[in-house]
């Protein structure tokens, strides 16, 4: 008999597994695909040489998670790489703010009534980052904080809506960019706890950049499934798991999956029946003759670039697909592109580049020319440089990856109290009404992202029963 099954082996389920195999427990993993990555994976999904990315691109949680830190991935072929910026917000007139590697050069962005209101933002935190990333991601509590005292002045500054937060910003630059951030959660600006999205978002890009995953982000989801090989545990794809019957006998099962589809594979009726999920997006890739011409140099410069001409443009295009249920007319999009920074993606003189926006859960409709409407006031031009696109709404995604249900690729609406408590309020968020079967997936905390914390997290929670006689 297996200590522990993981079903999923995105990077929260690959990161549980390894976790407990490390402590010497047996582990296999089932994943449903053919390849392993959920939402870290690459694809040549628009002509041969290049190489796309079909969700996470980008890698700020990453490359600051405590899970991933303290994994040595670099030796199973993981490398980090960094654009000249981390990000840019250009603007209609071909300015732009950017969040940079130092305070300094983002604060001077934002203009001199903004630089010193975002420096005494930021400034308390940036010294004590990885002791605050890593009492946040364990939230609840899955540890003993390190540093409360300035967990609970993060609280303080984050907890109320981004858009108090922003009162201390006198000029657009700032507030654009501030807004963009939050959005990346796709919640509304006024939502609970918005402010900390943002924050967090600044912080990790200070820290330690945006990275982007060299070749792309199936290098961490192989660099994972390499090491837990290694540790003894083995990985079994192209098994999709329809009741728990279909798994071989196991002390403890761990889901890397939506609450709706444990509950459906385990039998809990409708345990999770008040989980939420929210807005789905519209995924564009683009092979490219060449970069984007976009009108702002930062922008040229920069890994992820955010689309948003205001910060009123911004919350209108948030509310629209949250609250108004249609598709906005001028979309909220976060770019990026990797071939800035990473040659392998592409041929030579090509680049590949992906834009999304935000759309109602399970919208039908196609949204392609709206997004490069947009595209093509900051970027006059683009369509021209485009060979080839692979578009995706809600369905499409949900198709692809299971756990993205209505093609919400936050695996739930990170808005409200679910932001932090999820799937359902209670301070042991991954076990679930079976005690040998426990939940690890971007549905519980710290929430969405790119980050193992999630897996690393439950697999406290399952080793902890393993350890039982």
């Not at 053919?34 to 949680?61: I, K, M, N, Q, Y």
């Not at 609450?259 to 029946?273: D, E, K, S």
């Not at 930062?298 to 910060?311: D, K, L, M, Y």
């Not at 939940?439 to 080793?463: F, L, R």
Request: a positive charge; hydrophobic letters at 45%; aromatic letters at 8%.
């Amino acid at each position: 008999m297996l200590d522990a099954v993981v079903v999923g082996a995105g990077p929260n389920g690959l990161t549980a597994a390894v976790e407990l195999a490390r402590r010497g427990f047996s582990v296999a993993v089932f994943e449903a695909r053919s390849t392993v990555g959920g939402g870290a994976r690459t694809e040549e999904l628009t002509l041969p040489g290049f190489r796309h990315d079909p969700c996470s691109a980008a890698h700020p949680l990453a490359i600051n998670s405590p899970a991933f830190r303290a994994l040595p991935l670099e030796r199973y072929g993981l490398e980090w790489l960094h654009a000249e910026l981390p990000m840019a917000h250009p603007f209609p007139d071909g300015t732009a703010a950017v969040l940079a590697r130092t305070v300094g050069e983002t604060a001077a962005s934002f203009g001199p009534r903004d630089a010193g209101a975002y420096r005494r933002l930021v400034a308390p935190f940036l010294p004590k980052w990885d002791t605050l990333a890593r009492d946040f991601m364990s939230l609840p509590l899955t540890a003993l904080p390190r540093d409360p005292v300035t967990l609970a002045r993060f609280g303080l500054a984050g907890l109320p809506p981004s858009t108090l937060l922003m009162r201390r910003f006198r000029d657009e630059p700032a507030k654009a960019l501030f807004s963009g951030l939050v959005a990346h959660v796709m919640a509304p600006l006024g939502g609970f706890a918005t402010g900390a999205v943002g924050l967090v978002f600044a912080l990790a890009a200070h820290a330690r950049g945006w990275p982007v995953a060299r070749g792309g982000s199936q290098s961490l989801s192989d660099a994972l499934a390499a090491y837990l090989r290694d540790l003894g545990g083995s990985v079994h794809t192209d098994y999709e798991v329809k009741r728990l019957d279909d798994l071989p006998p196991a002390r403890a099962y761990v889901f890397d999956t939506s609450p709706t589809a444990l509950a459906r594979i385990a039998g809990f009726g409708n345990h999770y029946g008040g989980y939420r999920y929210g807005p789905g997006v519209f995924k564009v890739d683009y092979a490219l003759d060449g970069p984007v011409p976009w009108t702002a140099k930062e922008a040229r410069a920069a890994g992820t670039v955010q689309v948003g001409a205001s910060s009123a443009e911004i919350g209108a295009a948030l509310n629209a697909a949250s609250r108004e249920g249609r598709a906005p007319d001028r979309p909220f999009l976060i770019t990026v592109q990797p071939s800035v920074v990473d040659p392998t993606r592409a041929p030579v003189g090509k680049h590949v580049f992906w834009a999304y926006g935000h759309v109602p859960n399970g919208w039908t409709g196609d949204l392609t020319d709206t997004i490069e409407r947009q595209l093509e006031r900051f970027a006059p031009g683009f369509r021209d440089r485009v060979l080839a696109r692979a578009t995706a709404g809600p369905p499409e995604l949900a198709a692809r990856n299971a756990n993205y249900v209505g093609g919400d690729i936050a695996s739930g609406a990170a808005s409200g109290l679910q932001l932090l408590l999820r799937p359902k309020p209670t301070l042991f968020p991954y076990r679930t009404p079976h005690p040998a079967v426990f939940i690890c997936s971007s549905a519980t905390p710290p929430g969405p992202g790119v980050h193992g914390m999630s897996g690393h997290n439950a697999a406290k929670a399952v080793w902890k029963r393993l350890r039982q006689p």
